[in-house]
């Protein structure tokens, strides 16, 4: 008497086939939802490469924003260590965000001017997100909120940002309540102007980086920050370089310079003690 097979374990069939009462990967990713906001608006090929990237782009500094505000909710409350995992979450973030221009840079000169017209002056200028994220790391002009004025659920939070610590000024305020010196005109100063080198500051850090046995959890905190600083300014690099290489120097869509606008970005510098401090070890 032949003996029954034994079941494949592995078997394409052994998985989960019917989803007509139960929760599918596309209902709880509302796919869609989010494939359906995939509307170009000409028939150009190159313009569902276009719309991708930036959808994609948005939804990464969503998660930048939460990883950051998570993050600063622990700094305010004085805790040096959990901050690490949210930062080096964002720094991974990022690493996709600067990737994304290396797929956009496949879109040529003559491919863009074919769906150019199409989105007026829409620009990533306009950003919501990306504002935010800005504004949470510190990078301060209330001029740069005003494009969001119309909509005032992206303009609150936003200007709220704005008067509230950068995640720069809690880690200050966290390194002064360890006892180091921090000069009270650097603690209260205007949140909504960006923070400026003061050399208050450099001497606090220098006492850190001098003595990292001591002070490991600031030290490691403020390379963790110098790390996200770093990769915004390789995204700010590449979106350069994509632009430079799509449009030259035309006008940005936005009204900006364009590439002028974003190589003057470039001189941004959002923790510049964190810099200056190798300098002088």
């Known amino acids: 008497m032949a003996s029954s097979p034994v079941p494949d374990r592995d078997a394409p069939e ?127 002009n209330p001029t740069l909120l005003r494009p969001h004025a119309h909509r005032p659920d992206l303009y609150g939070p936003l200007e709220e940002a704005l008067h509230a610590p950068s995640v720069y000024d809690l880690t200050l305020r966290l390194v002064a309540r360890r006892g180091l010196s921090i000069p009270a005109e650097v603690l209260e100063r205007d949140l909504t102007r960006p923070h400026e080198a003061h050399a208050g500051v450099l001497e606090a850090w220098l006492t850190v980086y001098r003595d990292p046995e001591r002070y490991w959890d600031l030290y490691e905190l403020a390379e963790k920050l110098l790390d996200v600083e770093d990769n915004f300014r390789a995204w700010r690099f590449n979106h350069l370089t994509t632009v430079e290489r799509t449009i030259g120097l035309r006008r940005g869509s936005g009204g900006t310079s364009g590439a002028g606008y974003l190589r003057r970005a470039l001189e941004v510098v959002l923790f510049p003690e964190l810099w200056e401090v190798r300098t002088h070890l």
Do not use: C
């Open 14 to 140: 052994r998985a989960r086939l019917d989803f007509t009462r139960r929760l599918s990967y596309s209902d709880y990713l509302h796919l869609d939802t989010l494939l359906g906001a995939h509307q170009p608006v000409t028939d150009a090929h190159d313009e569902h490469l276009f719309i991708t990237v930036h959808h994609v782009s948005e939804l990464w500094l969503s998660l930048v924003v939460r990883e950051l505000r998570a993050a600063m909710e622990q700094l305010a409350a004085g805790i040096t260590d959990a901050p690490l995992k949210g930062l080096t979450r964002v720094v991974r973030a990022q690493e996709q965000l600067t990737a994304a221009w290396e797929v956009l840079k496949t879109m040529t000169p003559a491919d863009y001017l074919q769906f150019r017209w199409a989105f007026g002056e829409a620009s990533g200028f306009q950003s919501a997100g990306y504002r935010m994220v800005e504004v949470l790391l510190g990078n301060r």
